[in-house]
């Protein structure tokens, strides 16, 4: 266990957590991060990139000229991919992207991440974020009494806490997401990381 600083809504420390080394203290896997990051990038495609070859264009049927005494280049189809209007050669067409690690390369890209932010001093563990409505105004408040006005921020906040949701889903440059959509992808693509302590223990006991 090692501790870490607990600021308030002020940017006060008001205590100090015990977070496990195993989670939070391990020397990031550079590579293992890399490939995680890819797979999740790759997998969130649509895949839904189309285009047609010359069997799929219309028209065409007709040999547009015959095979000799013309003086021009044989042609089959006007619908070649030579053609204006014809087929595209070797085009994308509708495909999956999606790749596949296992889940222990999951776990460790994810403790290789925190385990950096916290090295990084890019990982801000607050008492509680709590609002009693939904508010941007007090939300980007808090953020700039942590010292967070100008980075590019994620907040990872409960499942069900809805109000804190809402109160940073507007703020500029900030990224808010449930603890369960947390992943390697999520957590890296900021320059600070923003959790409650229960938040922090609660992503402590999944990758234990």
Wanted: glycine share 10%; net charge positive.
């Amino acid at each position: 266990m090692s501790k870490y600083a607990i600021k308030n809504a002020e940017g006060a420390q008001v205590g100090e957590a015990d977070l496990s080394s195993d989670v939070f203290g391990i020397e990031p896997n550079i590579p293992v991060i890399h490939q995680v990051v890819v797979c999740q990038d790759a997998s969130a495609r649509q895949g839904t990139h189309s285009t047609k070859n010359r069997h799929e264009v219309s028209g065409g049927g007709a040999k547009p000229y015959r095979q000799k005494g013309t003086g021009r280049a044989r042609q089959g189809s006007i619908r070649a991919g030579q053609w204006v209007g014809g087929g595209v050669i070797f085009g994308p067409t509708p495909r999956s992207h999606a790749k596949r690690v296992n889940n222990k390369m999951v776990k460790l890209a994810m403790r290789s991440v925190l385990s950096g932010k916290l090295a990084d001093n890019e990982l801000v563990l607050v008492d509680a974020l709590a609002f009693d409505r939904p508010s941007t105004k007090q939300a980007v408040a808090l953020l700039g009494s942590l010292g967070l006005a100008d980075k590019r921020v994620t907040v990872v906040v409960p499942d069900d806490d809805i109000n804190t949701y809402l109160s940073f889903r507007n703020a500029q440059k900030v990224s808010v997401i449930g603890v369960s959509e947390a992943s390697a992808r999520t957590l890296i693509d900021n320059g600070a990381l923003v959790m409650a302590t229960d938040v922090a223990k609660k992503l402590e006991e999944v990758l234990a």
